[in-house]
Protein backbone atom coordinates (compact mmCIF):
# COMPACT_ATOMS: atom_id res chain seq x y z
CA UNK A 1 0.00 0.00 0.00
CA UNK A 2 3.00 2.08 0.91
CA UNK A 3 4.84 1.37 -2.34
CA UNK A 4 1.62 3.02 -4.49
CA UNK A 5 0.98 5.96 -2.81
CA UNK A 6 4.88 6.40 -3.49
CA UNK A 7 4.25 5.97 -7.06
CA UNK A 8 0.98 7.95 -6.85
CA UNK A 9 3.31 11.07 -5.77
CA UNK A 10 6.70 10.32 -7.36
CA UNK A 11 7.12 10.01 -11.11
CA UNK A 12 10.27 9.31 -12.37
CA UNK A 13 9.10 10.89 -15.89
CA UNK A 14 9.79 14.37 -17.11
CA UNK A 15 7.70 16.86 -16.20
CA UNK A 16 5.57 17.77 -19.59
CA UNK A 17 4.67 20.61 -21.14
CA UNK A 18 1.22 20.74 -20.03
CA UNK A 19 2.53 20.18 -16.33
CA UNK A 20 4.84 23.38 -16.75
CA UNK A 21 2.25 25.47 -18.43
CA UNK A 22 -0.29 24.63 -15.57
CA UNK A 23 2.36 25.02 -12.78
CA UNK A 24 3.04 28.19 -13.49
CA UNK A 25 -0.58 28.87 -14.65
CA UNK A 26 -1.26 28.20 -10.94
CA UNK A 27 1.66 30.07 -9.72
CA UNK A 28 0.91 33.33 -11.63
CA UNK A 29 -2.68 33.10 -10.22
CA UNK A 30 -1.84 32.17 -6.45
CA UNK A 31 0.56 35.76 -6.94
CA UNK A 32 -2.28 38.07 -8.62
CA UNK A 33 -4.77 36.57 -5.40
CA UNK A 34 -1.84 37.77 -2.77
CA UNK A 35 -1.21 41.15 -4.17
CA UNK A 36 -5.05 41.87 -4.69
CA UNK A 37 -5.91 40.86 -1.31
CA UNK A 38 -2.68 42.96 -0.43
CA UNK A 39 -3.71 46.00 -2.36
CA UNK A 40 -7.16 46.11 -0.80
CA UNK A 41 -6.17 45.98 2.34
CA UNK A 42 -3.94 48.52 1.60
CA UNK A 43 -6.61 50.72 -0.07
CA UNK A 44 -9.04 50.14 2.66
CA UNK A 45 -7.15 53.01 4.43
CA UNK A 46 -9.11 55.26 2.00
CA UNK A 47 -12.36 53.55 2.05
CA UNK A 48 -12.92 53.14 5.64
CA UNK A 49 -12.70 56.75 5.94
CA UNK A 50 -15.76 59.09 6.62
CA UNK A 51 -16.86 61.66 3.79
CA UNK A 52 -13.81 64.23 3.26
CA UNK A 53 -15.87 66.78 1.84
CA UNK A 54 -15.42 68.81 4.66
CA UNK A 55 -11.48 68.90 4.53
CA UNK A 56 -11.42 70.21 0.51
CA UNK A 57 -14.09 72.92 1.92
CA UNK A 58 -11.69 73.96 4.24
CA UNK A 59 -9.02 74.19 2.34
CA UNK A 60 -10.80 75.51 -0.54
CA UNK A 61 -13.82 77.92 0.46
CA UNK A 62 -14.07 79.55 -2.99
CA UNK A 63 -14.61 76.78 -4.94
CA UNK A 64 -17.52 75.08 -5.64
CA UNK A 65 -18.37 71.65 -4.63
CA UNK A 66 -18.81 70.74 -8.54
CA UNK A 67 -15.27 71.17 -9.21
CA UNK A 68 -13.83 69.98 -6.63
CA UNK A 69 -16.34 66.48 -7.15
CA UNK A 70 -15.39 67.46 -11.10
CA UNK A 71 -11.14 66.94 -9.91
CA UNK A 72 -11.97 63.97 -7.66
CA UNK A 73 -14.13 62.06 -10.47
CA UNK A 74 -10.95 62.97 -12.69
CA UNK A 75 -8.80 60.84 -10.33
CA UNK A 76 -11.30 57.80 -9.61
CA UNK A 77 -11.59 57.79 -13.15
CA UNK A 78 -8.08 57.56 -14.08
CA UNK A 79 -7.37 54.85 -11.51
CA UNK A 80 -10.46 52.53 -11.88
CA UNK A 81 -12.42 53.62 -8.69
CA UNK A 82 -15.91 53.31 -8.55
CA UNK A 83 -17.27 56.97 -8.47
CA UNK A 84 -18.50 56.58 -5.15
CA UNK A 85 -14.89 56.37 -3.73
CA UNK A 86 -14.41 60.11 -4.80
CA UNK A 87 -15.42 61.37 -1.25
CA UNK A 88 -12.47 59.34 0.30
CA UNK A 89 -9.84 60.95 -0.54
CA UNK A 90 -8.19 64.14 1.97
CA UNK A 91 -6.72 67.07 -0.01
CA UNK A 92 -3.64 66.19 2.30
CA UNK A 93 -3.17 62.60 0.68
CA UNK A 94 -0.30 61.94 -1.69
CA UNK A 95 -0.64 60.77 -5.04
CA UNK A 96 1.87 58.19 -5.06
CA UNK A 97 0.12 56.81 -1.78
CA UNK A 98 -2.44 55.87 -3.54
CA UNK A 99 -0.86 54.60 -6.48
CA UNK A 100 1.12 52.40 -3.97
CA UNK A 101 -2.22 51.58 -2.48
CA UNK A 102 -3.17 49.74 -5.15
CA UNK A 103 0.18 48.41 -6.55
CA UNK A 104 1.78 47.32 -3.17
CA UNK A 105 4.48 45.15 -5.29
CA UNK A 106 6.75 47.72 -7.71
CA UNK A 107 7.78 44.59 -10.05
CA UNK A 108 4.16 44.40 -11.22
CA UNK A 109 3.16 46.28 -14.25
CA UNK A 110 0.81 48.48 -13.96
CA UNK A 111 -2.44 49.75 -15.84
CA UNK A 112 -0.87 53.37 -16.37
CA UNK A 113 -3.16 55.06 -13.79
CA UNK A 114 -0.78 58.32 -12.97
CA UNK A 115 -0.64 58.81 -16.71
CA UNK A 116 -4.03 58.38 -17.47
CA UNK A 117 -4.48 60.96 -14.55
CA UNK A 118 -2.18 63.46 -15.90
CA UNK A 119 -3.60 63.11 -19.46
CA UNK A 120 -7.15 63.51 -18.19
CA UNK A 121 -5.80 66.13 -16.24
CA UNK A 122 -4.56 68.29 -18.57
CA UNK A 123 -7.34 67.87 -21.22
CA UNK A 124 -10.17 68.99 -18.42
CA UNK A 125 -8.28 71.14 -16.25
CA UNK A 126 -5.17 72.10 -18.55
CA UNK A 127 -2.77 71.66 -16.04
CA UNK A 128 0.41 69.45 -16.63
CA UNK A 129 0.98 66.54 -13.67
CA UNK A 130 4.37 65.89 -15.50
CA UNK A 131 6.08 69.38 -15.36
CA UNK A 132 5.13 69.96 -11.66
CA UNK A 133 5.50 66.12 -10.56
CA UNK A 134 7.02 65.35 -7.28
CA UNK A 135 6.53 62.13 -5.63
CA UNK A 136 5.49 63.51 -2.58
CA UNK A 137 2.65 66.15 -4.87
CA UNK A 138 -0.81 66.00 -2.76
CA UNK A 139 -4.17 65.91 -4.07
CA UNK A 140 -4.35 69.41 -2.56
CA UNK A 141 -1.57 70.90 -4.27
CA UNK A 142 -2.88 69.46 -7.84
CA UNK A 143 -6.46 70.74 -7.55
CA UNK A 144 -4.93 74.34 -6.30
CA UNK A 145 -3.26 74.51 -9.74
CA UNK A 146 -6.43 73.55 -11.51
CA UNK A 147 -7.84 77.08 -9.73
CA UNK A 148 -5.11 78.78 -11.03
CA UNK A 149 -5.57 78.17 -14.41
CA UNK A 150 -9.47 78.13 -13.99
CA UNK A 151 -8.55 82.10 -12.64
Known sequence: MNQKKALL???NRPMSKLDALLTIAVSA???S???WVYSRRALRKFWDRACRGIRWR???PDSPKTEIREFLSTLVDAFGFRQSRR???SPDDKLMDIYRA???LRCLPD???LETFGLKLEARHGVDLFTSWRDDITLGELYSQTRKRAV
Do not use: D, K
Request: glycine fraction near 0%; include cysteine; proline fraction near 5%.
Open 87 to 89: CCF
Open 9 to 11: FRS
Open 111 to 113: NLE
Open 33 to 35: LAT
Open 102 to 104: LYP
Open 29 to 31: ALI
Open 58 to 60: RRF
